[in-house]
């Protein structure tokens, strides 16, 4: 029998948030490449690429990979809608992995870029023709506790939020600048509520607050997320997506960065953060061997067999349950793969809470200074794009990707006196010393 929406979030509440390891994994099932609206489509028909077949295969994957794990399926709208028989039996499938081992089904409007293509009134109208669409598939009620959107504007966010009774929203894409079809780096790269003003700025106060929990699309290396798309020849969304990690440097050396960037999270951030995420969306579509996948969570389980895997939904609402305003302070610090955009030589720490976000890097081989390469304060009035634009970035005094003069890496202490203040308040320790 499938989960009323209140069954759900009850389950999904139990456990807790703090001293735990989780991975949220998705897919998305879609038609074609990106559709940008209900009737227009960019990029290539993917219809070939979906199959029965490989649906199984790739469940299979993650079952054997790390058993009793689930997932979320996020459907397009022309994968909901599609006629022919091979969408049919698809939609039957993941309706039968609801059942058999609780995945979540939901819906992604416009396949990542909804923003970028649609109005806001648009998006709004297709979450809720979209979700009505998946409810009606899977039947008994069923409501999903998540979106997965890529990117989604604050007022959409809001909508979910007030009208649909959706609380947990994966919207944002942690770095992502100069790359895909749309922009929208400055945001924390773990769960926050986002504000009113912009998706990417934690909400401020009570009058500014969205009750959404926001959440990155996939984990990346933050050393090579730090630079602009493909610079000096590197993919800046290099982590566990299998597209920068197995198809650039292959099976070994792939699975390799993607267990170093899960490391991140799971040792050092674990031990700094009190709890650890990892999120990974591999889209049906790719040309990759659900093998790889297997290898990758079958890993995982091996190196932390702790780890619960549960569905996106579920993490976020533990995530809303711990924290019910954004009274979080990230902090993450990573030494280089060595691999890709991942340099050996350099260790980067990152600040992240309500106020601001702060990075921080140096050679710690040669043990150089520390430099500030990102100041984005939160604390300052943000806003959207009025128009349909791929420009949704939230850009601080410096910003990691150095696209701009005044981004140039400084020390902290050639900061500005109150960006110091700001930083001292949180961090006193940072600036002993200056």
Known sequence: ???????????????????????????????????????????????????????????????EGFPGAKMTWAFSWLALNDSTENYKEIRKLVVSYHHKYGDEITFIPGAYFANAYNTTEQVNKDLHDGLALVSRMVGNSYRPLSIVAGFLSAKNQQYLAEKENIHVCQGNIWSQFAIDNQDGDGSVSYPFYPSKEHFCRPAQRKSDFI??????????????????????????????????????????????EMLHATAIHFDKGFELNGFGWVTNCWELSLPYDATR?????????????????????????????????NDFNYRFVEKGSGIGGSDANLEISWFMNKDFRLALLRDWKLNSPKLVIDFTRYDLNAREPTEMTRKWSLMGDINQKQTRPQDKPVPLSKLPGKSNLIIKKKYPNLLKGL
Not at 20 to 34: C, E, G, P
Not at 40 to 53: I, K, N, Y
Not at 216 to 240: E, Y
Not at 302 to 315: A, H, L, S
């Open 1 to 63: 029998m499938s989960l009323a929406f209140g069954q759900q979030v009850k389950k999904s509440a139990s456990g807790g948030l703090m001293g735990h390891r989780f991975l949220t994994f998705n897919t998305i099932i879609r038609v074609n490449q990106i559709e940008v609206s209900r009737d227009r489509s960019v990029g290539e028909d993917e219809r070939a690429l979906h199959t029965p077949e490989k649906v199984i295969a790739f469940r299979k994957a993650v079952e």
């Open 211 to 256: 009750d959404v929990v926001n959440l990155d699309g996939w984990t990346v290396d933050f050393l090579a997320a730090r630079r602009q798309g493909f610079a000096d020849g590197f993919n800046s969304r290099m982590g566990v997506g299998p597209i920068e990690t197995l198809g650039k440097h292959g099976n070994e050396i792939g699975l390799k």
């Open 293 to 325: 996948l297997k290898d990758w969570l079958s890993s995982v389980k091996k190196r932390w067999p702790d780890t619960k895997v549960i569905t996106q939904g579920e993490f976020g609402l533990l995530w809303r349950s711990h924290y019910k305003s």
